[in-house]
């Protein structure tokens, strides 16, 4: 007899599990674990912080975009910046829950639900920057084709116009995809409710799901096809987004590997945000059977791997700079390096290639502690990379009678951090009354689920 | 006098196994209208019951096809007729600046279709349903498995379905009330 090949690597859940206490383990965090003090410091605070959010929104209704940073010739600050930050952090959510349940990667099963989450949060986020940004927000419904009296239409040929479409279809398909993968877990909880009123409210979430067999088969083939539409949609996004800049004529934002490069930066903010939202999840709720060690080596693999695409879309920028012969190009790399800016450079080449790299060692890469840092090492140096991008390519362009220098008001940094607690409360409310892990998928990772011929 | 209206006869089950074994032996003795419940899609349970035309592709490909005709007949119709205006003298209809929204609206369309498709043919939401009268139902949200032989099945006998119940070996048999 042949000794079957050992898998060293951690399983995607603990062994001992039936598919009764995998149930009640998801299900009691929401109907019976009481409401810890910590939870409501915690969701408290994120309130506030969405409160300055509001606050901060109102003044500028109020006063108009004088009150930020933005001038000419930065017209564009920290408003696209944290639009480019947030909507990128949310493909993650998207390639965990489409992307990877295409390629069969089963241990997605038990992260995908707080990841759709996370995406819907993060892309309500970004949402919020560009219709604010627009000058007259309360205009901001003239981005969308619709007959009106002034018998004006969008120009399709503009970007701006092609990301109003890209957005808005990816918002609405994550919700849809998140709300159809709640369905049969509102069911549970529907059913494992004690209180009437609850299962009022599941009941009705639920829409009277029974998981009949011709259900789940329809139900399968729509999630199957919605992975499908949802796949090529994820890339589209972070791909038009780029076009934003890389159909402008500004040296640094004008070239081709933008798409390729903004994707898979997307996706490496987007798994740093995955592993700062599971480790401490795992950690208070107990759950570190169902997100195990393999789910953070490979989401830390994920990262090592986009983080090296990144880094070669520096590359080519540098190379770029030399190898074109083009002046401004070439002054961007040289003021990337030297000009007023280059801390927050060097800071983003530090951020982004340097520390990550540790990750190469195994041992870090399964210590949440470790993860938990560099992953918040990566966010930061993501951010810089978008306002290296927009900040650094506009202030000093083609003459040097039109250069400038950008300084981010009190009131810029109110939003953006506003907009932090925003996603951070909404997490909170999440984990409190939804189930944060998909209970029917997990079910299906148990041996008792295996269908034998 | 009128009996009590009766939806069907339900055999609980508990394993996969069981269920398929007990689906799969329910169909071959002839009955027509039958049905299972699971926690979880397991495959092959619904050839079991006898069901085969899934029609939620065919519901998706329609939408995604509404929506990429609507994405670029919008976008030429506002583009060349009726708000043509000269961007750097590019051709009022440019169409490769148009592949962008129609791929947006075909993602849209279909996406909405998949999931509200597989929602109306599913015939959800329904707030009643008569196996939610069964009160060991509640556990095929977790960890049963339930097999139904509907009272319209043309077989429908109650004594002769709950004696052939009985021989798939099922932890309980219940009627169930409409």
């Not at chain 1, 007959?147 to 399709?156: D, L």
């Not at chain 1, 829409?207 to 009949?212: A, D, K, N, P």
């Not at chain 1, 589209?236 to 890389?246: E, K, Y």
């Not at chain 2, 996406?111 to 139902?137: D, E, K, W």
Request: hydrophobic share 50%.
């Amino acid at each position: 007899m042949e000794e079957p090949v050992q898998n060293e690597r951690a399983p995607v859940i603990e062994p001992g599990y039936t598919l009764g206490s995998v149930t009640d383990k998801i299900s009691s965090i929401v109907l019976t674990r009481p409401t810890s003090d910590s939870w409501f410091i915690g969701f408290g605070v994120m309130f506030l912080l969405t409160m300055m959010l509001l606050f901060a929104m109102g003044y500028l209704f109020v006063k108009g975009v004088g009150i930020w940073g933005v001038t000419i010739p930065i017209g564009w600050g920290f408003a696209i910046v944290n639009f480019v930050w947030w909507i990128g952090i949310g493909h993650a959510g998207t390639l965990i829950s489409a992307i990877l349940l295409l390629l069969r990667q089963s241990w997605r099963n038990s992260i995908n639900r707080f990841a759709e989450a996370m995406t819907l949060f993060a892309v309500a986020s970004a949402g919020i920057f560009p219709l604010i940004h627009v000058g007259r927000p309360w205009l901001a419904y003239w981005l969308f084709p619709y007959p009106n009296t002034m018998r004006v239409w969008p120009q399709f040929r503009s970007p701006l116009v092609w990301d109003v479409f890209a957005v808005s279809t990816y918002a609405t398909i994550s919700a849809l995809f998140w709300f159809i993968g709640l369905i049969p877990d509102l069911a549970t909880l529907r059913d494992r409710s004690e209180e009437r009123w609850k299962k009022i409210i599941y009941g009705m979430l639920a829409m009277g799901w029974r998981g009949s067999a011709r259900h789940w088969h329809r139900y399968e083939t729509a999630y199957l096809l919605l992975a499908g539409l949802a796949t090529p949609l994820v890339l589209s996004v972070h791909t038009v987004v780029s076009f934003d800049f890389a159909v402008g004529i500004v040296p640094g934002w004008h070239t081709t590997i933008f798409p390729p490069y903004f994707v898979a930066g997307a996706i490496y903010s987007g798994f740093a945000m995955v592993l700062m939202l599971a480790i401490p999840i795992r950690k208070i709720y107990k759950l570190e059977d169902f997100i195990t060690e393999r789910h953070l080596q490979n989401s830390a693999k994920v990262m090592l791997a986009t983080g090296l695409i990144v880094a070669y879309g520096y590359g080519i920028e540098a190379f770029m700079g030399w190898y074109s012969g083009n002046r401004y190009d070439a002054f961007l790399l040289w003021n990337r390096l030297h000009g007023p800016y280059s801390f927050f450079y060097y800071m983003l080449l530090i951020c982004n290639l340097g520390i990550p790299q540790v990750l190469w060692i195994p041992k870090l890469r399964s210590s949440p502690v470790w993860l938990f840092l560099v992953s918040l090492v990566v966010l930061v140096g993501m951010w810089l990379e978008r306002f290296i991008i927009v900040v650094v390519s506009l202030h000093r362009d083609f003459l040097t009678s039109s250069w400038g220098m950008y300084y981010p008001t009190r009131w810029d940094w109110m939003t953006y951090i506003g907009t932090i607690g925003m996603f951070l409360a909404a997490m909170f409310l999440f984990v409190r009354l939804l189930p944060m892990i998909s209970i029917f998928e997990m079910r299906t990772l148990l041996p008792e689920a295996e269908v034998k011929e | 006098m009128k009996r009590a209206k009766v939806y069907g006869m339900m055999a609980e089950f508990d394993s996969v196994h069981t269920l398929l074994d007990a689906a799969n032996r329910t169909r071959e003795a002839g009955f027509k209208k039958i049905d299972a419940y699971s926690p979880f899609p397991i495959e092959g349970l619904a050839e079991a019951i006898g069901f085969h035309h899934d029609e939620v592709p065919l519901v998706v490909l329609i939408g995604g096809i509404i929506g990429g005709l609507t994405g670029y007949l919008m976008q030429y119709w506002i583009s060349v007729v009726s708000y043509p205006v000269n961007v750097g003298g590019k051709p009022y209809h440019s169409w490769p600046s148009f592949i962008i929204v129609t791929f947006e609206m075909t993602i849209l369309f279909a996406g909405i279709a998949a999931v509200f498709g597989m929602l109306a043919l599913n015939g959800l939401p329904m707030p009643y349903h008569p196996v939610f009268n069964s009160p060991r139902f509640a556990f095929a949200s977790k960890d049963r498995f339930f097999l139904m032989v509907f009272s319209s099945d043309p077989k429908y006998q109650p004594a002769e379905v709950r004696s052939f119940l009985e021989g798939l070996h099922p932890r309980s048999i219940s009627e169930v009330p409409d």
